[in-house]
């Protein structure tokens, strides 16, 4: 007969993950379908042990419920067909010896009744018992870690969080051992099934046999060979059922002899895999039941492909909760808990956050996340691609505070200077080819996240002074008078300086979303996600970066000086330039040109600062001739005091968003 195919792994029990609990439930369904069947059967026995007058009418119904059998179709009824079979067989001698039947009591309570009552009330309790211990034992280990999730970071406490460790390692540890048992009794049930439901026909047959000498004598030659068959067939399901347990119980104690750290959450002995493009577990998520309440919910995530999915409990299957292509990944603090990280989809409309439950879960799960949204999983070696890219990322991103040149000792240093873009290397950007990102910025180039620029970089970029400068273009008496094109255009925008780092030329748009890229990558690796809210001012003639609080401009360029601007092109608030500058440092007169992007985060669509910026170009080339700038002024709208009039101005998002510092970049 052929093994029992379907089985519970108990490696299976401690992980808990969804899959197994759906093939628990197949295992409960199955049993309590036995065990109505059983309920049913054991009737139809009863009945013909306590209706010797009505014998006929009893082995009938037992023959129709003999062959309910086959059609109970059970969920792990692979490997039942000799099953079906035998009953099958069964149910037509029980039609024959229909007429044989009379008094049978004492044989039938002993081979018939009996042995499936003790399979009702052994077996089937045991499942039922062992189900509400599972269940019990499921409820406190999650309660545990509910207690344990709640555990505050800033002030935490040592005692307090040693008791709810060994809590959290009892109750996993009894909840293990629980579903050991569970499972092992589901298993062995597999097996014990088909000999409670053929023990008790052979019993009721060799009954019928010994108790009716004509009967032996009419079906006893035709028979010997079938009940010898059905004999042999339940010791094999016997001996089966002994190897399996035995095999079972060795199992069970290997698995239940490992540390007590398996069971301790953050104690990963294992070193962080920052290459995975595959990821699954439990996460904490945050859900918002209120205008200001939230509640936090432990569900199953896993990665499929590009998606990040999510399975419930006692789900079947999982459903896609994001799509992770050209999304951002960052770490944040939230609500006081410890390895929390947030999930932004490209377009900033759609984020989640999520709570790993170790400090390796947490950091894993942003990488895989990262590396996910670069699309590796699409190339045909997306492993090595993975642990290609994570390297150079380590080696090439380093976070500074300033603006710092490469060192002379760098490996490549012609490739490293920011205006090396000789007329070797600028002859590899062939028209209408992709650009290489080495094409556009050199490798190990230095990023800067904030503005705190020393004093001497200070004060040649900011040729303003130390003055404060009003965003709203209203300008005091003492201060010096601007130009008339200045007059014509002054527009401020709330935005974040996300970073900027030196590229090698100005005229491709690709270089700005490579640095787009490298900067939000670098925040990412290291973990950055402060940002100060900033003005940004565009007249006709300079940008300027003012502090929304004291107005002093941090720094600013000349609008001759920016060769090259663009927005992101799936996320719209991201947008950024180029700054054209000279290197003297190879002592040419002239000084070999030098470029450098800076990357900000906007309130807005950075679409309509871009526009801006074309626009101040315009007013500027127009100046210098006044047909075309008063032509320029005909066809554009204008304000009462006769500057350009923008649409949807940016005073309220201005004055809503000024003094809010440090805040967390979506990018």
């Not at 009892?170 to 050991?180: E, P």
């Not at 010791?235 to 119980?249: F, P, V, Y």
């Not at 990322?393 to 490996?411: D, H, L, M, Y």
């Amino acid at each position: 007969m052929p093994a029992v195919h379907h089985k519970l792994l108990l490696e299976d029990a401690l992980p808990d993950s969804p899959q197994t609990r759906s093939l628990l439930s197949v295992f409960e369904e199955d049993a309590g379908m036995l065990t109505d069947y059983t309920n049913q059967l054991l009737q139809s026995m009863q009945r013909v042990f306590g209706a010797q007058s009505e014998m006929g009418l009893a082995t009938e119904q037992l023959s129709k419920q003999l062959l309910e059998y086959e059609k109970k179709n059970f969920a792990l009824g692979k490997g039942d067909e000799e099953v079906i079979t035998t009953l099958q067989s069964f149910a037509k001698t029980v039609v024959e010896l229909n007429s044989l039947h009379s008094t049978l009591a004492n044989q039938m309570a002993d081979s018939m009744v009996f042995p499936l009552i003790q399979f009702r009330e052994k077996d089937l309790t045991e499942i039922s018992t062992l189900k509400e211990i599972f269940g019990i034992a499921t409820d406190e280990h999650e309660a545990t870690m509910v207690k344990y999730s709640r555990l505050p970071k800033k002030k935490e406490n040592e005692k307090l969080k040693t008791d709810l460790v060994k809590e959290v390692a009892y109750t996993r540890r009894k909840q293990h051992q629980a579903s050991l048992q569970y499972y092992c009794a589901l298993n062995a049930l597999q097996y014990r099934k088909r000999v409670a439901m053929l023990e008790p026909m052979l019993g009721y047959t060799q009954a019928q046999i010994s108790f009716f000498k004509k009967g032996i004598e009419l079906v006893s030659k035709k028979m010997d060979n079938f009940l010898s068959s059905v004999s042999t067939m339940t010791q094999s399901i016997q001996a089966q059922l002994d190897t399996e347990a035995e095999a079972m119980r060795a199992s069970q104690r290997e698995l239940l002899s490992v540390e007590d750290t398996v069971y301790m959450p953050d104690k990963d002995t294992e070193p962080v895999n920052r290459t995975l493009i595959q990821k699954a577990g439990y996460l904490n998520i945050r859900n918002k039941t209120g205008l200001v309440t939230t509640a936090w919910d432990r569900l199953f995530f896993f990665t499929q492909g590009g998606n990040l999915m999510c399975q419930p409990r006692g789900a079947v299957a999982g459903g896609m909760v994001l799509d992770l292509d050209n999304s951002s990944v960052m770490a944040v603090e939230c609500e006081d808990r410890r390895y929390c990280f947030q999930i932004t989809s490209p377009s900033g409309k759609t984020s989640m956050i999520l709570q790993a439950e170790s400090k390796k879960e947490y950091e894993e799960w942003i990488c895989t996340v990262n590396n996910i949204s670069r699309q590796i999983y699409l190339t045909e070696n997306p492993e090595a691609v993975a642990i290609r890219l994570n390297q150079s990322a380590i080696q090439a991103v380093t976070p500074i505070t300033s603006f710092e040149k490469r060192q002379e000792g760098s490996p490549n240093p012609d490739r490293a200077k920011p205006g090396g873009v000789n007329a070797g290397s600028s002859g590899s950007l062939k028209t209408g080819a992709a650009p290489e990102p080495e094409d556009l910025i050199a490798p190990g180039t230095p990023i800067q996240f904030d503005i705190m620029l020393p004093a001497s970089e200070f004060q040649d970029q900011n040729r303003a002074g130390g003055r404060r400068t009003n965003p709203f273009g209203e300008t005091d008496d003492d201060c010096s008078t601007e130009s008339d094109a200045d007059s014509l255009l002054q527009q401020v925008f709330a935005v974040r300086f996300l970073g900027s780092m030196a590229v090698r030329c100005g005229d491709n748009q690709e270089v700005i979303y490579e640095a787009m890229r490298q900067v939000l990558a670098a925040r990412a690796i290291h973990n950055i996600f402060r940002t100060t809210e900033s003005h940004l001012m565009v007249t006709s003639s300079s940008l300027r970066l003012i502090d929304p609080q004291t107005q002093v401009t941090r720094i600013s360029f000349q609008l001759g000086e920016v060769c090259q601007f663009a927005a992101h092109q799936e996320n719209g608030r991201l947008m950024g330039f180029v700054i054209e500058g000279r290197d003297w440092s190879d002592g040419d007169e002239e000084g070999a040109p030098s470029f450098s992007a800076f990357v900000f985060e906007s309130n807005t669509e950075g679409e309509k600062i871009c526009y801006t910026i074309s626009l101040a170009k315009d007013i500027t080339e127009a100046k210098k001739d006044p047909e075309a700038l008063a032509q320029l002024m005909k066809n554009m709208p204008l304000t009462n005091d006769g500057k350009f009039l923008l649409l949807e101005p940016e005073t309220d998002d201005i004055t809503n968003g000024a003094g809010q510092e440090d805040l967390e970049s979506e990018a």
